[in-house]
């Protein structure tokens, strides 16, 4: 079993940061693609940004030139740095991880358990 668990997240005035980080543990071997998902209060849970296990990234539209993902492999680890944040970034951010448990294992899809992000004006 893989247990992810993010850190970071708080009430920040429009314009602000923050760093959100998430670590794994438990039962990992390879770790393939991490992400970054965004749920607003009454919209669907979407993504934010994802980083493969070579650093290729990709952002959603509305982060590009503000969030940067980034991983650290030797800590099983993923980072959100979130600048200029505006109103409309609140919500609970979660984060994503494809684990593989062993040597060939298919990744398996984990989440941790969120950590809210409230962006005032």
């Known amino acids: 079993q893989v ?3 993010e850190s970071g997240g708080g009430l920040v ?3 602000g940061s923050l760093r959100l ?3 794994a543990s438990g039962s990992i071997f390879t770790i393939e ?10 919209k669907q849970r979407e993504l934010v940004a994802s980083i493969t296990r ?10 590009k030139g503000r969030f940067t993902i ?13 600048n200029s944040l505006k109103p409309d970034d609140t919500a609970v951010y ?6 593989g448990s062993w040597y060939r294992a298919p990744p398996v899809t984990y989440w941790g358990q969120g950590t809210q992000v409230t962006v005032s004006s």
């Open 3 to 5: 247990l992810l668990v």
């Open 13 to 15: 005035q429009a314009g």
């Open 21 to 23: 980080s998430c670590a």
């Open 33 to 42: 693609d991490m992400a970054w998902y965004a749920q607003a209060p009454g």
């Open 54 to 63: 070579g650093g290729s990234t990709t952002y959603a539209d509305s982060v």
């Open 70 to 82: 980034s991983r650290d492999d030797f800590k099983s680890a993923v980072y959100l740095e979130m």
């Open 94 to 99: 979660y984060c994503n991880a494809d684990v």
